[in-house]
């Protein structure tokens, strides 16, 4: 029997039961969860790094974002608030549309 010792999306030991496999789990603590939320969201950039269609990358892109979402609710941020500071940088610094690539900077000392 593989052994996983992972994270998890929430449906997946269902999905496993549905399959006639048995599993055993546990419910992670908040500080264990997190490490876990950081564990699987550099898993998932090392997926969408490494994917070799555009299909491949939206996929990591989501999975990516969902992992986002949930690190802003252990922080207790919502979706919604999180996208809000997102726009409030995006005002006061810009975003990355233009696609400006900084070269140097001379001092003006």
Do not use: C, H, W
Request: no cysteine; aromatic share 8%; charged share 35%.
């Amino acid at each position: 029997m593989p052994i996983y010792n992972k994270l998890v999306r929430d449906r997946i030991p269902e999905i496993i039961k549905e399959q006639g496999n048995t599993l055993s789990t546990r419910i992670l603590e908040n500080e264990e969860y997190l490490n876990e939320l950081r564990t699987k969201l550099q898993e998932e950039t090392n997926e969408y790094l490494e994917a070799e269609s555009s299909a491949e990358a939206i996929e990591e892109l989501a999975d990516i974002m969902e992992l986002l979402y949930a690190l802003a609710e252990v922080y207790g941020v919502t979706s919604e608030m999180l996208e809000q500071i997102r726009a409030e940088k995006a005002e006061k610094r810009g975003g990355f549309k233009e696609r400006v690539y900084l070269i140097e900077v001379e001092d003006a000392y």
